[in-house]
């Protein structure tokens, strides 16, 4: 069974019974499409459709109870289903964060997982719909089981930066946290026992441990609100606790990843689009919506609600304030999971019976205990309790992928682990935890680290200011390592690295890539130049300006009027020349390499005469325009817009007759820069008659640098790359 089959048979569960005929037509006509990627495209048009009849199903249940017996109607203000209503803003906040990741130009796997941890969100909870999870002392064990869960996580999960609050499981992450706390902080506030208190004063705990400022934000503000509704002793004890996990996590913690459409969302949005502003806001309004209207509509369950918007507001303003995600409108399931499964422990509407009493049958009553209600709610009927025993195993599992950040669909370019029989190499790519902290980022005892500007020179700052520079690991691993990089670089600088035995004068200048959101200084950057001072030649590798986030105009990507990454790229190469003698440097052997955002401003180095920067000293006398330059996995390019079989570059890509010799490196299978990148360059280099050769292998994806992996490109293409050189003369 295919990808597209699955979704679309997921999504059919959601179906009113008498639509499901209509469910499994759709899976069939996804079964009879040949093309993986025009499958998944169907399959996801139809689970919008299903999503959309389900949420307008579950809106007019909301507001239209069922027709029942007028003895047996409950008063208008217990009719009203807060669940209903939170199901529903959660599904809406969520697609407007499908529709932010779409307009701030994320990569479509990102919203297909947002998208697929939404999915398995509903599949989880609709089940519950018109039950009551939170009763003694069901919510108790619970509690003690996340307290515990918790626990472990923070002493064996996986650990980044100082930080624990991860669990891998295979190429997996999540983040129990944020998927577990915020339900039982909501039902703590109508189930005050002493296991459930314990649970959350363990969760507590572990907190401070990992540590989770966020999560440690919203526990305080959610026990400070529980206090103020209900000053028992249960409330107090954890308002203590959650203080001092507060400060002991502000004590501890450091600083979150800073990781594209994940961290500073609300500037992203900002930057890129009017439409990407307006669906962040939106959608941040949404999710406290539930609690807003729980709280002028139900007066008997104002705690419950005050608790949930204590909650999820302290998570909204880690983002607003701080870099923290926000929920559901940012890349990651488990906040998605986490925000439905917390809308549990709101009041729920039960299904009354419609079974009129007989006149003549004798009325029995049954005594209520704890034990007799949970029977009668979880044990009968027996269908419902197998049809949950059946969904829920297969929920996991889907909930398990959509929370963490899985690389690609299948059908598409997913990759498995496939370890060498001979070289005990992977091609796989397991999501990490990324984490940053402040601080500049230093190369090793080979390499000398130079300035580029000189100090007195005032620099157009990146989009981040003044904020202080910082290092972190990016996700995935790639050859089974993390890699690393710079962020908030304020002031460029390059590193030189001398060639250790036979110096050929030859250099290259490395432009590592990033998305012109960060500079991954280790994978494309000192290891490229590892293998470049072997081959006899100086290398520099370039810690130039990020973030610069490209604006959208009319739903269109645009280059910013300033390129940063450019400048800074144009002055390193003419500081080379100048102090080619210093560095023992063939002034006319320099070449640059760039990979994926560098590799466009490689492109721009090769086909710019004029510098785009005012004249600084001495050293902008010379050429900033490569000898040889060499592209690996191309980005922004090719005018999208003109259809999928055109291969015109952007307006703002100019080919010189002039430009250096050009090597292009691409893998056919590349899921963030498709090969039409790399083809519409190739050919309109030709078309100017500027020597260009093109590389081109079946596989190896995005992003692969010189890790070698079970993918032949990894191990090839350096051969490829001397071979060339070789062939110009430059070896």
């Given at each position: 069974?295919?990808?597209?089959?699955?979704?679309?048979?997921?999504?059919?569960?959601?179906?009113?019974?008498?639509?499901?005929?209509?469910?499994?037509?759709?899976?069939?006509?996804?079964?009879?499409?040949?093309?993986?990627?025009?499958?998944?495209?169907?399959?996801?048009?139809?689970?919008?459709?299903?999503?959309?009849?389900?949420?307008?199903?579950?809106?007019?249940?909301?507001?239209?109870?069922?027709?029942?017996?007028?003895?047996?109607?409950?008063?208008?203000?217990?009719?009203?289903?807060?669940?209903?209503?939170?199901?529903?803003?959660?599904?809406?906040?969520?697609?407007?964060?499908?529709?932010?990741?779409?307009?701030?130009?994320?990569?479509?796997?990102?919203?297909?997982?947002?998208?697929?941890?939404?999915?398995?969100?509903?599949?989880?909870?609709?089940?519950?719909?018109?039950?009551?999870?939170?009763?003694?002392?069901?919510?108790?064990?619970?509690?003690?089981t996340v307290g515990l869960a918790l626990l472990l996580t923070a002493a064996l999960g996986d650990a980044a930066e100082g930080a624990r609050r991860?669990?891998?499981?295979?190429?997996?992450?999540?983040?129990?946290?944020?998927?577990?706390?915020?339900?039982?902080?909501?039902?703590?506030?109508?189930?005050?026992?002493?296991?459930?208190?314990?649970?959350?004063?363990?969760?507590?705990?572990?907190?401070?441990?990992?540590?989770?400022?966020?999560?440690?934000?919203?526990?305080?503000?959610?026990?400070?609100?529980?206090?103020?509704?209900?000053?028992?002793?249960?409330?107090?004890?954890?308002?203590?606790?959650?203080?001092?996990?507060?400060?002991?996590?502000?004590?501890?913690?450091?600083?979150?990843?800073?990781?594209?459409?994940?961290?500073?969302?609300?500037?992203?949005?900002?930057?890129?689009?009017?439409?990407?502003?307006?669906?962040?806001?939106?959608?941040?309004?949404?999710?406290?919506?539930?609690?807003?209207?729980?709280?002028?509509?139900?007066?008997?369950?104002?705690?419950?609600?005050?608790?949930?918007?204590?909650?999820?507001?302290?998570?909204?303003?880690?983002?607003?304030?701080?870099?923290?995600?926000?929920?559901?409108?940012?890349?990651?399931?488990?906040?998605?999971?986490?925000?439905?499964?917390?809308?549990?422990?709101?009041?729920?509407?039960?299904?009354?019976?419609?079974?009129?009493?007989?006149?003549?049958?004798?009325?029995?009553?049954?005594?209520?205990?704890?034990?007799?209600?949970?029977?009668?709610?979880?044990?009968?009927?027996?269908?419902?309790?197998?049809?949950?025993?059946?969904?829920?195993?297969?929920?996991?599992?889907?909930?398990?992928?959509?929370?963490?950040?899985?690389?690609?669909?299948?059908?598409?370019?997913?990759?498995?682990?496939?370890?060498?029989?001979?070289?005990?190499?992977?091609?796989?790519?397991?999501?990490?935890?990324?984490?940053?902290?402040?601080?500049?980022?230093?190369?090793?005892?080979?390499?000398?680290?130079?300035?580029?500007?000189?100090?007195?020179?005032?620099?157009?700052?990146?989009?981040?200011?003044?904020?202080?520079?910082?290092?972190?690991?990016?996700?995935?691993?790639?050859?089974?390592?993390?890699?690393?990089?710079?962020?908030?670089?304020?002031?460029?600088?390059?590193?030189?690295?001398?060639?250790?035995?036979?110096?050929?004068?030859?250099?290259?200048?490395?432009?590592?890539?990033?998305?012109?959101?960060?500079?991954?200084?280790?994978?494309?950057?000192?290891?490229?130049?590892?293998?470049?001072?072997?081959?006899?030649?100086?290398?520099?590798?370039?810690?130039?300006?990020?973030?610069?986030?490209?604006?959208?105009?009319?739903?269109?990507?645009?280059?910013?009027?300033?390129?940063?990454?450019?400048?800074?790229?144009?002055?390193?190469?003419?500081?080379?020349?100048?102090?080619?003698?210093?560095?023992?440097?063939?002034?006319?052997?320099?070449?640059?390499?760039?990979?994926?955002?560098?590799?466009?401003?490689?492109?721009?180095?090769?086909?710019?005469?004029?510098?785009?920067?005012?004249?600084?000293?001495?050293?902008?006398?010379?050429?900033?325009?490569?000898?040889?330059?060499?592209?690996?996995?191309?980005?922004?390019?090719?005018?999208?817009?003109?259809?999928?079989?055109?291969?015109?570059?952007?307006?703002?890509?100019?080919?010189?007759?002039?430009?250096?010799?050009?090597?292009?490196?691409?893998?056919?299978?590349?899921?963030?820069?498709?090969?039409?990148?790399?083809?519409?360059?190739?050919?309109?280099?030709?078309?100017?008659?500027?020597?260009?050769?093109?590389?081109?292998?079946?596989?190896?994806?995005?992003?692969?640098?010189?890790?070698?992996?079970?993918?032949?490109?990894?191990?090839?293409?350096?051969?490829?790359?001397?071979?060339?050189?070789?062939?110009?003369?430059?070896?």
């Amino acid at each position: 069974m295919t990808l597209a089959e699955r979704l679309l048979r997921l999504a059919c569960s959601l179906l009113a019974p008498r639509l499901r005929d209509w469910g499994e037509a759709m899976a069939q006509e996804a079964a009879s499409i040949r093309s993986p990627g025009a499958a998944l495209a169907f399959a996801l048009g139809c689970s919008g459709w299903i999503l959309g009849h389900a949420l307008a199903h579950a809106l007019r249940s909301a507001v239209s109870p069922p027709d029942i017996d007028p003895a047996q109607t409950q008063p208008r203000q217990d009719r009203w289903a807060s669940r209903d209503v939170a199901l529903a803003c959660a599904v809406a906040a969520a697609s407007l964060g499908l529709l932010f990741l779409s307009a701030a130009g994320a990569p479509g796997r990102y919203v297909i997982l947002n998208l697929t941890a939404l999915i398995a969100g509903l599949i989880i909870v609709l089940p519950f719909r018109r039950k009551d999870p939170v009763e003694a002392p069901f919510i108790g064990v619970v509690s003690i089981t996340v307290g515990l869960a918790l626990l472990l996580t923070a002493a064996l999960g996986d650990a980044a930066e100082g930080a624990r609050r991860w669990v891998s499981l295979g190429d997996v992450v999540l983040q129990p946290g944020l998927i577990g706390l915020p339900f039982l902080l909501v039902a703590f506030a109508g189930s005050r026992d002493i296991l459930t208190t314990t649970g959350l004063v363990l969760g507590a705990i572990a907190l401070g441990l990992q540590p989770d400022p966020a999560m440690a934000s919203a526990l305080l503000a959610a026990a400070a609100v529980a206090t103020l509704m209900k000053p028992d002793r249960p409330a107090w004890v954890l308002l203590a606790v959650a203080l001092a996990c507060f400060i002991l996590t502000e004590l501890r913690s450091g600083e979150v990843a800073a990781t594209p459409f994940v961290n500073d969302v609300f500037r992203t949005a900002s930057l890129s689009s009017p439409i990407a502003a307006l669906a962040v806001w939106s959608g941040t309004v949404l999710l406290l919506l539930p609690a807003i209207l729980g709280l002028c509509r139900r007066r008997q369950a104002r705690a419950a609600h005050a608790t949930f918007g204590a909650t999820w507001l302290a998570l909204v303003a880690a983002a607003i304030f701080g870099t923290e995600p926000v929920p559901l409108i940012a890349y990651g399931g488990s906040a998605i999971v986490g925000y439905l499964l917390s809308t549990l422990a709101l009041p729920g509407k039960t299904a009354p019976s419609r079974r009129p009493a007989s006149a003549t049958s004798p009325q029995t009553t049954k005594t209520f205990t704890p034990r007799n209600d949970c029977v009668d709610r979880f044990a009968k009927p027996a269908a419902l309790q197998a049809s949950l025993l059946r969904s829920l195993p297969v929920a996991f599992a889907f909930a398990l992928v959509a929370c963490g950040q899985v690389t690609e669909p299948e059908g598409a370019t997913a990759e498995v682990t496939l370890p060498s029989a001979n070289t005990g190499l992977s091609s796989a790519r397991t999501e990490v935890p990324k984490v940053e902290q402040v601080g500049v980022w230093q190369p090793g005892p080979d390499g000398e680290q130079v300035p580029l500007w000189p100090t007195a020179v005032a620099l157009a700052k990146p989009d981040s200011g003044d904020r202080p520079e910082a290092t972190g690991n990016g996700s995935p691993t790639v050859g089974g390592r993390k890699w690393h990089w710079a962020t908030y670089v304020t002031r460029p600088t390059m590193t030189i690295y001398r060639p250790r035995s036979q110096n050929t004068g030859a250099a290259m200048l490395v432009l590592p890539g990033g998305g012109f959101y960060a500079v991954a200084m280790d994978l494309e950057g000192t290891e490229i130049c590892d293998w470049v001072v072997q081959q006899g030649m100086t290398c520099a590798v370039l810690k130039y300006r990020t973030p610069q986030v490209w604006p959208q105009e009319n739903g269109r990507q645009r280059r910013p009027e300033v390129l940063l990454g450019l400048e800074d790229a144009q002055r390193a190469m003419s500081l080379l020349r100048q102090r080619a003698s210093t560095y023992g440097i063939d002034p006319q052997k320099i070449g640059v390499i760039g990979f994926s955002a560098g590799a466009y401003l490689v492109a721009n180095m090769s086909n710019t005469v004029e510098r785009t920067y005012p004249r600084t000293d001495a050293a902008d006398e010379q050429s900033s325009r490569p000898d040889f330059a060499i592209v690996a996995y191309t980005a922004r390019m090719l005018d999208n817009s003109k259809g999928r079989n055109n291969l015109q570059l952007q307006p703002w890509v100019q080919v010189s007759a002039q430009a250096p010799p050009t090597l292009i490196i691409h893998a056919m299978d590349d899921p963030v820069d498709d090969i039409r990148q790399p083809m519409a360059y190739a050919l309109a280099l030709n078309d100017a008659g500027v020597p260009v050769d093109l590389r081109v292998y079946a596989e190896g994806g995005h992003a692969f640098g010189m890790r070698p992996t079970t993918d032949h490109i990894t191990t090839d293409w350096p051969d490829q790359v001397r071979d060339w050189l070789l062939s110009l003369g430059m070896l």
